[in-house]
């Protein structure tokens, strides 16, 4: 997509089947700058695959992706991407290094304190509980600035306090005109326009 414009993404006539079952088809919509897109739709309607595409993970579909110039994702995964026999600060510091990001110690220490880990950054992962791993996962979202989010599930596991800092942290990217695309099987609480795509299953 080369043309100035406030459009960071646009699909058009998108068809994606798995195991012989069609997901979704003729799916078509456009993300914006400033934009929260939330995928809502039953199991198995396509919404994981959909993000997967999206960021490129997934490319047995039919359709057409279009994305705004030299455009920057950051895709977080509903599994847990921590080691166990790491510590928070460690896996933070590798999936900063994975993406070609560059942080200082006191920026990695500053989000893990940001997310409420800080008592706990040289723990090792497997004995922190399901909602302070998720909160290692999420952590990248103030260390990588790119201007498009694909979260699956971001807040599943988090307590109320998790729920109100990513929160936060979503309202402060879409303020700065990046743009979020989601799936949640809870609502979402975040004071803004929210923009619904509702996947169906086909067959």
């Given at each position: 997509m080369t043309e100035s414009s406030s459009i960071?993404?646009?699909?058009?006539?998108l068809l994606c089947e798995r195991n012989r079952r069609t997901l979704f088809s003729d799916l078509s919509f456009e993300l914006e700058q400033g934009q929260l897109l939330h995928l809502k739709g039953p199991n198995g309607s396509g919404k994981t695959t959909l993000l997967k595409i999206l960021a490129g993970l997934f490319i047995d579909y039919e359709g057409e992706i279009r994305w705004q110039e030299n455009h920057r994702l950051i895709y977080s995964g509903h599994l847990f991407a921590v080691q166990g026999q790491l510590t928070p600060y460690e896996n933070l510091d590798f999936m900063l290094g994975l993406q070609g990001v560059v942080a200082s110690r006191d920026e990695v220490y500053a989000a893990l304190a940001a997310f409420g880990l800080e008592e706990t950054r040289f723990s090792l992962c497997r004995e922190l509980s399901e909602g302070q791993r998720k909160r290692v996962t999420l952590c990248r979202l103030k260390l990588i600035r790119q201007a498009?989010?694909?979260?699956?599930e971001p807040y599943s596991a988090l307590d109320e306090a998790g729920t109100v800092l990513l929160s936060q942290l979503c309202e402060q990217h879409l303020e700065s005109g990046g743009g979020l695309v989601m799936t949640s099987h809870q609502a979402i609480p975040i004071p803004r326009s929210i923009h619904t795509l509702e996947l169906q299953p086909c067959s």
């Open positions: 960071l993404c646009r699909a058009s006539n498009i989010w694909l979260l699956d």
